[in-house]
């Protein structure tokens, strides 16, 4: 489609060459569904880095283009009490992903005017429902003191429908939204209690419901988006939403399970508890949704492979010939403790880059400009390791971005928290300062949660693993942000060169040696 090209050439340039999964992608997606045909049933499974994106946006982004009038139809004909009416969705674990997500897909899709929305826009509370016009929006906002890109919920004035080709969320928001806020009330009630050592029934009740004096707490909202025309679905980090992780593989299938419904052909939502952990076709029943099905994902653990082969064994598997490997343009470096504060150690790697940084500009600058440092990216395992390590860096005048699951910059509604980090198409940064580590920040610390799926800025060519990678997926993962589209990158490895910790050092770069090859 000559509008999509134009945006692709637009995004990657005139000369870009197609990866082997977006080359297994054409060969297999974009051939047109012929009426009475099975839906779609992919898998796309390609090493960090490869364009898994653009795989798998390309054809769907042109299917949705191809047949809106046909939808449009459609659409007149079901209710649209529902504000939000998609015709595609996108599933990711993350609201930092489902926002760059959504970013991209708008710049593939700006000159054939598809519409993209982004359910993560922002993570506001739903207790005022401000009103759909503009000045009423504007005096709530300020009564509120909230910033302009917050979210609001439609009120019931204004609840028409508001057209939508394709909404990107993460499966627990979107459920919220086409089931209604707050409809797991009960069941978030009871864990609570359960984590509070009331396990009896009466006594979560009481604990939810509380004395008749006493409002109840918890409320359900009308939904905001129904899910009739939902043509398509994809399943970005498959190996995380249905994966060995239960809460997002619940979410994810209760999900895929209303869609079917809505579309008029349920499916079996088969409880965490109840999968098949093993391969087994006889005891399994097979599903197959009435929508096109992508999953993608860097990695295929054996839970991924098992739960596909069970409950999907028509789907079919698309896999680029590093899937398991790094980037051929990742270099891996291991490096020893000294046995003093491993927080200094790590400041003396980090310092060690920057003045290669320097010795390179040295050697290359044909003016009189500032040395342009590298950004780092450093994974912990654990959430007060990052605090503790951003906090030794900053008091060492090394500006840091420290970013765990519970941190307040993750609820303001966009990505700008990661500001100089990711990878965007918006001008970048200038200015007195921004060169310098001890005011602007060059060094992103966090967990596994950056880790899946984002695509972050060429400026960031080393990756630290300071703790123990808890296995080669995350380690995949965790590398992988380097390294990304063909840029040079390297991963430095922290572990013990002798004592008590050095057999498992070795154990790691056995593996890391594996995966590099």
């Known amino acids: 489609m000559p509008g999509l090209l134009q945006s692709l050439q637009e995004t990657l340039g005139n000369d870009a060459t197609p990866t082997a999964i977006q080359a297994l992608s054409m060969k297999n997606l974009f051939r047109d569904r012929v009426e009475g045909e099975r839906y779609k049933e992919f898998l796309l499974a ?139 009330w009960e069941e978030r009630a009871r864990e609570r209690a359960m984590r509070i050592g009331k396990t009896k029934s009466e ?38 939403l249905f994966g060995a992780y239960p809460d997002f593989q619940e979410s994810t299938r209760k999900l895929l399970g209303d869609i079917a419904a809505a579309r008029g052909s349920p499916v079996p939502v088969i409880p965490s508890s109840a999968l098949s952990p093993t391969p087994d076709s006889e005891a399994t029943t097979t599903i197959s949704y009435p929508f096109n099905f992508l999953l993608t994902s860097a990695t295929i653990p054996t839970s991924l492979a098992t739960y596909l082969s069970n409950y999907h064994p028509s789907l079919t598997r698309l896999a680029s010939p590093r899937l398991h490997h790094l980037p051929p343009t990742l270099r891996t470096e291991h490096t020893s403790w000294t046995g003093g504060n491993k927080n200094a150690d790590i400041e003396r790697r980090i310092r060690r880059v920057w003045a290669e940084d320097a010795l390179v500009h040295s050697k290359t600058a044909t003016g009189s400009g500032p040395v342009k440092l590298s950004k780092l990216l450093v994974f912990c395992n654990k959430r007060s390791k990052v605090e503790q390590l951003a906090a030794f860096l900053d008091g060492r005048g090394i500006k840091c971005v420290a970013l765990t699951g519970g941190a307040e910059t993750r609820k303001r509604g966009s990505n700008h928290h990661l500001d100089g980090f990711l990878k965007t198409g918006g001008p970048v940064l200038t200015g007195p300062g921004v060169c310098d580590p001890a005011q602007t920040p060059h060094v992103l610390v966090t967990t596994s949660l950056l880790s899946r799926g984002l695509d972050f800025s060429p400026m960031i060519k080393h990756v630290f693993i300071v703790d123990e990678p808890r296995n080669m997926i995350d380690f995949l993962h965790r590398a992988g942000r380097a390294g990304r589209a063909g840029e040079a990158g390297k991963v430095v490895v922290f572990g013990r060169a002798k004592g008590r910790g050095s057999g498992r050092t070795e154990e790691v770069k056995e593996k890391v040696r594996a995966v590099a090859g």
């Open 46 to 184: 390609s090493e960090t880095g490869s364009g898994k994106s653009i795989a798998y946006l390309l054809p769907m982004l042109q299917d949705l283009k191809r047949t809106e009038h046909e939808q449009s139809d459609a659409v007149s004909q079901h209710s649209t009490s529902k504000p939000l009416n998609p015709r595609a969705l996108i599933l990711a674990p993350t609201h930092e992903l489902t926002r760059q997500l959504a970013s991209f897909a708008k710049n593939l899709s700006h000159v054939v005017k598809l519409r993209v929305m982004c359910a993560s826009k922002a993570n506001t509370t739903s207790t005022a429902k401000f009103s759909g016009t503009a000045s009423k929006m504007k005096e709530k906002f300020e009564e509120a003191g909230t910033v302009s890109d917050g979210a609001f919920v439609i009120s019931k004035s204004s609840r028409g429908s508001r057209p939508v080709d394709l909404l990107v969320g993460t499966p627990m928001k979107l459920l919220e939204m086409e089931r209604g806020r707050g409809w797991n």
């Open 203 to 240: 006594d979560v009740k009481d604990a939810d419901e509380g004395s008749k004096e006493t409002s109840r707490e918890f409320w359900v909202d009308e939904p905001e988006m129904g899910l009739e025309n939902v043509q398509w679905v994809v399943v970005d980090e498959a190996d995380v």
